[in-house]
Every structure is written in C-alpha cells, then in structure tokens.
C-alpha cells in the first residue's frame, strides 16, 4: 500500500511539474518557435506563421521570432509585412547580420538605396569579410550607376565566396551596364568553371547570351541547365522566351506546358501557359487553359481574373461579369478584380460606373500604369477629355513605353485638335508597336486635319486591311471621301461590308452618314434606323436623325430627335447647340436658357468636347 501510494504522489508531482512548465511564458513561446521552425522547414508557411505569431503573442519582443516571421514572409512573396519584421528584428536585435542583410535587401527593392548603404555599412564595420554585404552592396552601387565601385565590389564578394553563383551574375550585369561586354561574359563563363555542373551558371549565362541576341548560344546553355536540374524552373521559363524570340511557337507552347508538371502548386508556373497563349494573341486557347486552370484550382482568384480577362478578349462580356463578382467578394479591394470590373463596365457602355470603379482601382495600385490607361478610356468615352488626356499622361509616367497610353493620347489629341502633339505621340506609340491602331489612326485624323488626303487615305486603307470592318476607320473613310466630294464611292463599299455583316449597327449606320453626304435622306434614314433597331445605343444615331429632320424642314422631329440624342449621349453638347439654335429660331427663349444652362453645368468652361 505503501509503495502505491509513493508511486500515486510521484505521478501527481510529475503532473504538477509539467502543468508548470506548460504555463510557463519562455518555455511556450520556445515550443511555438521551434514548431514554426518546423513548418518552415518542410515549406508549410502559413502554418509557420501562425505559429510564429503565437510565440509574439507570449513576448512581442522576441525577436528571433519575428525574424523567423520575416522570413516566412518572404518565402511567401510578402514583401510589406516581411519589411515590417525584419525591421523589428534588427531594432529588437542589432547583432544579427542576416537579419540586416535580408532588410538590406528589400530597401534596394524599394530603391531606397541610402538607408539600404547604411545598413550594408554597419554590417561591414562588424564583418569586412561578409561576402554577402559587399555583394549587396555592389547592388547598390549599381542601381545608382556607380559601375567601378560596383564592379570592385562584387569582385570581392568572390573573393571571399567563389562558389556563390550570384556574384558573378551580378558582375557579369556591372560589367554590361558598364559597356564593357567581354568582360562581362568572361564573368558568366568564370561562373561555369567554377561550377560546370551548375545549373544556374548555365542559366544566368544562357540569360545573358538571349540579352545580347546570341540566341542559338543561348538555347544550348538553357538546355544544358535544364538537363543538369530536371526540376529547375528558371531554365525552362527562359528556353521558352527563347524559342519565342526565334519564332518556334509550337516548342515555346511545349515547354510551358512541361513547366505545370514539374510544379503544379506554383500559381507562377501553372499560369504561364495561358499567359503565353494571352500574348501571342491565341485567345480561345487562352480562355480554354484559364477554364481548366479554374475548375483545377477554384479557389486562386489569380486565375479567374485571367479567366474574366480572356473571356472580355473575346468580347463574351456576360461569362466574364460572375468571375469579376466573385473576386470582389472575396476582396472588394482586390485591384486586378476592380481592372476588370471596370473592363465590363466600358464594354456595356456604362461609362460613368467604368470611372467609379477605375478610381478604386487606382486608388489600390497607384503605381499601375493599366489602371490609369482603363481609367483614362473610360473618361475619353464618357466625354471628360481633360481629365481622360491627365490620366494617360499619368500611365505614361509610369511606364514611358506603354505603347497603347501613347496612342490613345495621340488620338485624343487629334479629336481635339491638337494635331501637333497628336503626331508627336502616335510617333512615341509607333516606335515601340507599329502596328498600333490607334496611333495609325490618330496620324490619320492628323493627316485629314493638315489637307494631307493622298497620305490619310493610304493610311485608312492600310488599316482597312488588317480589319475591314473597323468602324473608326470607315468613319474617317466616309469624311475623307466626302471632303473630297467622293461620297457616292463609300456606298458600294458600305453595302457589300453588310452584305457579310448585316447584324453590324455601326456600318448601317455609317451607310446612312454616306447617304446623307450625298443627300439622299429616305436612303440615309432608313439605314440609322436599321442601326438603332440593332443597337438602340449606337452612338451618334440620333443626332444624324435629327439632321435628316432638319434637312427636311421637320423641326419638330428634329427637336425630338436631339432630345433623345441629348439622353443617348448627356455630355455631347453639340446636340444641346444644336437644339438651342432651333429653340432660338422659334423664339423659345425659355427653352433655349434652359438647355444652355444645362450645357453649362456639363462643362462651365464650354470647352469642346469628343
């Protein structure tokens, strides 16, 4: 009985040891590190966040924990919270170098390169042989173009780490941006001595062998890399970019497919194949791999905004409006979803709730130059074309080679009549896509504008070419034929487009503009009311009507007609002229101050407008 009851105490003390040590505060937030260690080692990051979390719950002022959490972070591409450890970390910590050197790191991501020295500097101070610090801060002396310091710098990072394969990388990049060319491929090439079974020193020499246009090189050495790590991703994503420069799609096509195998969980992986089909144009392919990548992963919103994108591609506006509803429901913030959100907006002709949305957009990436060029199309077409022209300068601040801002820019400029600067930028949109319609068309209105009609009519039919049936080249195919008083000649050539496309309201309606250019009213009217019955919004019908009324001597069916043009297009304020003149002849004089007065509301400074 004795010994039960010494083995019964033994048992409830050790019960009461654990209960201890359990409820003690270091030892817990010690448990919750060494789990998230853990998770983070076998790559399960959000669990390591959370636990992570758990141990700064205990003690926020942990800091192992919260450079622990940093790194989490970054293994999960989360830039901003991981900036926000780290820095907890080196305050918390000022002895840990890594800790240093990894927020060093992302302050030359954010260009902010003097904070990112000083850091660099401290760490020197302590460890003048730390290969990685003089590395980073080769880096920084490149990104302020200090070539020679940057150079001597990552000379020394291999200096003191000749097997780190990044170093070399990096001075190959110094020694190119520097003009010195051989001696930056001789960087590459030390790399590969050094490793020549490293699969990344075959890639960051076959990248720098497709940067100069060794393209045949470049291929050998990718392909190299990717026989020596049948799992690497790099060599594989750039082989592909390689086999698009050369023009062999089909192996382009091949190697991106190959790349879902080898990674399938990668959203950057699993997407490139309908990325790929997106940019070289092949939109029902696109369509069909974001569909598959959609019922494979239901819950990457990434990929239903792809899906929602490609399906607006193909103009199939009413597939596209549930995939953009269920991204900003499940983040209402979301910029990609609010792009396009404000994409169905513009493509069902609600303008004013495109420039709503848009704004959002902006508001939640400022730094995208997509969002202010949408935004910009989105004022254009709601008739704002101060504010439109603003928000295409701002695309172009952003990115100065955005061909597209270039060319809606340019043709803004010539609706408006500033020709010169309309010429200046279609020239911009050109060099970077010559192919661009809309800055062709912006030198065509351009043209028409200078009296230059032999150049403008080569250039409509060029764009006539690659899409017969483009209303706004046709449009101006109609003016120039009429300044030249050859308006019978589009009628054939109208009436056979809709012989193939007779559901077309745009070239009905166009039809009825050459009818009327050659007054012939009964023809002219029947064709824009053949538009509207296709399309009750097509633009500028009603006003069109309203002249073939007034042409007629019908002023009370032009005045009807002006007012429904008036609500079909409320900020085109020619109509209300228009209507006010006719109000004016008839001694309307209440009738006119009123629509004047709402002219003035629309634009107070009664600018034109497009």
């Not at 020596?228 to 970019?241: E, G, M």
């Not at 979803?337 to 420039?355: C, D, M, N, S, V």
């Not at 009429?482 to 007779?502: F, K, N, T, W, Y």
Request: net charge neutral; aromatic share 6%.
């Amino acid at each position: 009985m004795k010994s039960l009851a010494f083995k019964a105490s033994l048992i409830l003390a050790g019960a009461a040891w654990l209960g201890g040590c359990s409820s003690d505060p270091n030892t817990r937030k010690l448990k919750f590190l060494a789990d998230g260690d853990k998770f983070y080692k076998s790559a399960k990051y959000q669990e390591a966040v959370i636990e992570y979390r758990n141990a700064l719950e205990i003690d926020p002022r942990f800091a192992a924990a919260h450079y622990q959490l940093a790194k989490t972070y970054l293994a999960l591409k989360k830039s901003a919270p991981a900036f926000h450890e780290l820095n907890e970390a080196v305050t918390l910590d000022p002895s840990n170098a890594q800790a240093h050197l990894d927020l060093a790191t992302l302050l030359l991501d954010r260009l902010q390169l003097t904070q990112a020295q000083v850091l660099l500097q401290k760490v020197l101070a302590a460890d003048p042989e730390n290969a990685r610090a003089h590395a980073l801060l080769g880096e920084e002396h490149t990104l302020n173009h200090d070539f020679p310091k940057a150079i001597q710098e990552f000379q020394k990072a291999i200096e003191l780490d000749p097997d780190r394969i990044q170093s070399y990388a990096a001075l190959g990049a110094a020694y190119r941006a520097a003009g010195q060319l051989a001696d930056a491929e001789g960087a590459y090439r030390k790399a590969l001595k050094r490793s020549p079974k490293s699969s990344p020193a075959r890639a960051e020499l076959g990248q720098y062998l497709f940067s100069v246009g060794k393209l045949a090189e470049a291929e050998d050495e990718m392909r190299a890399a990717c026989d020596l790590d049948t799992q690497a991703l790099t060599p594989r994503i750039f082989l592909a970019r390689i086999y698009m420069a050369m023009g062999r799609m089909a192996d382009a096509e091949a190697t991106y497919a190959s790349l879902k195998r080898i990674a399938p969980e990668n959203p950057e992986v699993y997407e490139a194949l309908g990325r790929f089909y997106v940019s070289t144009g092949q939109k029902l392919k696109a369509v069909d791999e974001f569909q598959s990548l959609a019922k494979a992963k239901p819950r990457d919103l990434s990929v239903k905004n792809h899906l929602a994108e490609s399906l607006l591609d193909l103009n199939r506006t009413a597939e596209a409006v549930p995939l953009a509803g269920e991204i900003l429901r499940a983040n209402p913030s979301d910029p990609q979803g609010l792009l396009t959100q404000g994409r169905i907006f513009l493509a069902t002709g609600a303008y004013e709730k495109a420039i709503e949305t848009l704004q959002k957009a902006v508001k939640a990436a400022p730094e995208s130059a997509n969002a202010y060029y949408l935004l910009g199309i989105a004022q254009q077409s709601a008739r704002f074309p101060d504010v439109a022209k603003a928000s295409f300068n701002r695309a172009l601040e952003l990115q100065p080679r955005m061909a597209s801002a270039a060319g809606a820019l340019a043709n803004l400029d010539a609706i408006t009549g500033d020709y010169s600067d309309a010429f200046r930028q279609a020239d911009n949109a050109r060099r970077v896509d010559p192919s661009l319609f809309s800055a062709n068309l912006a030198q065509v209105r351009a043209l028409i504008a200078k009296g230059d009609l032999h150049q403008a009519e080569v250039a409509i039919e060029d764009l006539l070419k690659r899409d017969p049936t483009s209303p706004a080249s046709l449009s101006l195919l109609v003016n120039l034929y009429s300044r030249e008083g050859r308006a019978r000649d589009a009628v054939p050539r109208l009436a056979g487009l809709i012989q193939q496309h007779p559901q077309s309201a745009g070239l009905h309606f166009l039809l009825g503009l050459a009818y009327f250019s050659i007054n012939n009213l009964p023809q002219s009217e029947d064709s824009v009311r053949t538009a509207l019955r296709l399309d009750p919004k097509t633009p500028d019908a009603y006003t069109l009507l309203a002249n073939i009324a007034l042409a007629r001597g019908q002023a009370d069916e032009a005045k009807s007609d002006l007012r429904g043009a008036i609500a079909a297009s409320p900020r085109n304020l020619l109509n209300y002229m228009t209507l006010v003149t006719q109000y004016e002849k008839e001694g309307n004089w209440h009738g006119a101050t009123e629509l004047c007065e709402r002219a003035h509301e629309i634009d107070p400074d009664r600018k034109s407008v497009v």
